[in-house]
């Protein structure tokens, strides 16, 4: 049997790891990348026992030039079917008040990690006429909110960026989407200081599961669906909000948020 890989970063926990579980049942080898070592391995241990699938795990830092070459080094001439560019994480923070090197690291990891890797792959996929492209934006690219300008900035970025990458891969046989979740229960929040309890379903804000994030993706990917948007209740917030004058949207948001997200917070 033709051997298959894919490579997904940010495979410790949560949407990652998911995609992980997903694509060693469907026969995949898998490359996964994390920091938390002992998770990351222990995942991987288990997921190979389970499918009988080869996975390999790359521990590396994306957030600096040399964790991104590593890993590129590392995935040397081995030809990929699927990429998957998970890895991020939050920061709720005003710009102004917090540490630069945080939100230089935002701008690493979900831009030019991505990038890097995609640049370094795509030869290879285009010349065996094949391979998809999974890149994981946010519904913040769509709906920014406060305390969050760089998170939806890098995650804006992805969401247009891979548009304009599906534009130029159109009939070479390398399928490009883009993934816009909302609120997922993984360990995003909880690294943010978000207590598990605290991740209630508040009327239209209702929270998923990092299976489900995964399967529509699968779903959409077969449909050819470049820009996926999981749950309908997301779809459902992004469109309506979507529609409002710009400065509406910004006083509803503001109202919305409400003490929680102003500055003496
Ligand atoms: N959860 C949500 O509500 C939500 C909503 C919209 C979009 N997203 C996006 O979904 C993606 C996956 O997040 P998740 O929710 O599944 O969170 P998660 O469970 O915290 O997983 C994030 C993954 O990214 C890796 N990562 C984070 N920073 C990294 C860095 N500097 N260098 C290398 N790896 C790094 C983590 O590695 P280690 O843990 O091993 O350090 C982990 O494997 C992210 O891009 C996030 O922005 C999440």
Same mark, same amino acid.
């Given at each position: 049997m033709e051997k298959i890989t894919a490579l997904i970063t940010g495979a410790t926990s949560g949407i990652g790891a998911a995609y992980a579980e997903r694509f060693a049942k469907e026969g995949y080898n898998l490359i996964l990348t994390g920091r938390r070592a002992a998770i990351l391995n222990g995942r991987a241990e288990q997921i190979h026992q389970h499918y009988g699938v080869?996975?390999? +795990?790359?521990?590396? *830092?994306?957030?600096?030039?040399?964790?991104?070459?590593?890993?590129?080094q590392r995935i040397g001439n081995r030809p990929l079917d699927v990429l998957v560019n998970n890895a991020g994480f939050g920061a709720s923070r005003l710009l102004y008040q917090q540490d630069l090197d945080i939100q230089l690291a935002m701008v690493a990891v979900h831009v030019s990690a991505p990038v890097k890797l995609i640049h370094a792959v795509l030869p290879g996929m285009v010349a065996r006429k094949k391979g998809i492209i999974i890149n994981i934006s946010s519904e913040s690219a769509l709906l920014p909110f406060p305390k969050n300008c760089i998170y939806s900035g890098t995650k804006a970025f992805v969401k247009t960026f891979s548009e304009g990458?599906?534009?130029?891969?159109?009939?070479?046989?390398?399928?490009?989407q883009v993934v816009c979740?909302?609120?997922?229960? +993984?360990?995003?929040? *909880?690294?943010?200081?978000?207590?598990?309890?605290?991740?209630?379903?508040?009327?239209?804000?209702?929270?998923?599961?990092?299976?489900?994030?995964?399967?529509?993706?699968?779903?959409?990917?077969r449909k050819n669906k470049v820009v996926c948007i999981p749950g309908n209740h997301t779809k459902m917030l992004v469109k309506m909000l979507g529609l409002l004058p710009r400065n509406s949207y910004y006083r509803f948001v503001h109202k919305f948020t409400g003490k929680k997200f102003s500055q003496s917070a």
């Open positions: 080869i996975v390999d +795990t790359v521990l590396v *830092e994306l957030s600096n030039e040399a964790g991104i070459d590593e890993l590129i990458l599906h534009l130029d891969l159109m009939g070479t046989g390398v399928q490009v979740p909302g609120l997922t229960r +993984t360990d995003f929040h *909880e690294k943010m200081g978000m207590e598990k309890s605290r991740q209630r379903n508040r009327g239209m804000l209702k929270w998923m599961i990092p299976e489900e994030v995964v399967d529509i993706s699968l779903r959409d990917l």
